[in-house]
């Protein structure tokens, strides 16, 4: 198959270009890129008023495969991907059985090429059953196609096991995902200590809870010389740890969601909603503030989801007893294209650095540029049209976004992974 | 008199005004409780289910005695035969009560917002009979009426509460309530023993010495101290918190004159105060609030079932 993708804005820093050229596509890769290319027999697809950038990954996402298919499954969380504009996603190891060995990481990949609408590239537990016990087979993932290792959810609680987990894995040279939360201090924390925990009479999260662990795990990275990347990062104390990390000299990166900064323990008021439980929690207006300013100065590497789909009835519940986290991943680009790049805060270049150049340079899979040459992972998205996030349902399994009702600015029209169409005109192939 | 509430759930949303005629009606009401035949018409025809989803034995013979002294229909459904013990979500729960044509649900539930949730599931008017840590309205409005029949008003009245600040339902409805009339609110604890922000709450003090405080109360309101936790336990003893924090004899020369000292019950002797304080004839208004509990929530439920708008009449 080939496709000439004529007259749309090509964005991509990687390559140097920010500008109106034609891309055109052969078989799985991208052959020619430049102003009034010739179709030759490819299909011509009239791009103008759109913008092109390489394909866009998340770096954070559960798909609930195998184990907890009411929730999700790879083939709709994969879908809610393509209608998100994602060409790859990195999957939490966090399912039933634990994604701990090479046959779950196999499993994931051959469910993934069989039934998914993008690349899924799996991440494994750190630790045998995410139980900070035991080393993983680590190795044994790798050799199936394992990019990373955390134990997403709750973390590794012994500086010890985390330690050795990293001393042992780092020969393999993938990096290692913290999920950053003492459960000692935590406990049965709600929401985010202080104001809203007080309010609403729910257990708080404290915003140290995440803080003492992120210094813990750059210390423990410093040890061992290990990787890092702090996941999901919520609080301005914890941003700061990883910007002095990083001045250090030491190989530590980090993601931050829509939710944490578009978002505040504020919107949880009276009415419990469930959709806003996440972990980490929502935090402060200046907590927030802090991660968009990583964003715009660079100390955030990432933009990710932390995409957590619930049955209806598990979120339909007490706020105590319902679970943690909300789906996002059909509104991140939309949501990053409305708060930071129509408020001037950032160009899409940064975008492209924080949703497709830095996520597959962490995960270390291959680079995808828009030169003739690489890997036709492609995602093109109207800049301009309006819409409101859940209007019109989803392509994920769940309905449990934050940022249902949002009206939103920008939305993905076409999406290609190895130069075939995941997404046209909006709509899943 | 305008009473325009469908639920009693968030006191925040109650002005003075609403408060005031709430505690008047009480009042009114309280004649009914001295009578001979303790039971009038008011509420006849109208169904009340008391769903108490945790143990409670003082809230729930309150708001029954409550019920059959207006003569309103009364299901108790709850304790250890609720269907939740047998897996059934909150939500499913409510949908098979409305199934019965209800008139209102008074909920007690461990987890916060439970009654926010059976608002938007039920037609029923909802009285939240306390909810996790969040609220206990009615209970703060019974302390409310103590405090008044003695003090006659609330305005720049000091009111010290003394204990478990941080997981008390009682405070998420009291000290706000306190505020709206006009009290001026001290907590007294330990650190572990407060919320992350009692400002937020109201509280426009927080001491960590009774001592201090103690001379400048009008009302000294004592909480109740849980004896059960050892494990990861607030404080390092009952003897030292009863040291720190208890009302005994021992402090009385501390206090106004005509200070009075109030508990949500169950008491503990020996812990929050000793039996002196308990029982002292002029201060202690412990069982005065039990009996406000009828009162206050008999007016509840006819304010918020209709009241003198309805037809009904007390």
Redesign the interface.
Known sequence: MAFLLKSAHVVDPAAGIDGVVDVKIENDRIVEVGEDLSADGAEVLDLSGKVLVPGLVDMHVHLREPGYEHKGTIESETRAAAKGGMTGVCSMPNTDPVTDNGVTIEYVKSVAEREGHCRVFPSGAMTRGLKGEIISEMGDMVAHGAVAFTDDGRGVQGAGMLRRAMDYGKMFGKVFMSHCQDEDLVGDGQVN???V????????W?AEGEEIQIARDIAVARLTGAKLHIQHISTARGLELVRAAKAEGLEVTCEATPHHMFLTEDAIG???DTSLKVNPPLRTAEDAAAIVAGVIDGTVDAIVTDHAPHAD?EK??????APFGMTGIEASLALVNTNLVKTGKIDYGRMVELMSIAPRRILGVDAVSIQPGSLADITVFDPEVTWTVGADGYESKANNCGFAGTEVTGRATDVFVGGKRTLTDGVIC | MAFNHKHLIDITEYSDTDIMTILETAKAFSEVNERAIKKVPTLKGKTIVNMFNEPSTRTRSSFELAEKRLSADSLNFGGSSTSTVKGESLIDTVMTLNAYKIDMIIVRDKHAGAPYILTQHSPAHVIDAGDGKHGHPTQALLDLYSIWERKGSFEGLKVGIVGDIGHSRVCGSLIPALKIMGAEVTVVAPGTLLPARPDILGADHVSYSLDDVLPELDVVYMLRIQRERLEGAPFPSLREYHELFGLTKRREHLMKPDAIICHPGPINRGVEFDSYMADHPERSVILDQVYAGICVRMAALYLLLGGADNGLSA
Do not use: D, K
């Not at chain 1, 925990?197 to 708080?204: I, M, W």
């Open positions: 200590e202080g104001v925990s007080t309010r609403l009479g729910l257990l708080g404290p009276e009415t419990y009835w339909a519940r007490e706020f105590e007893l």
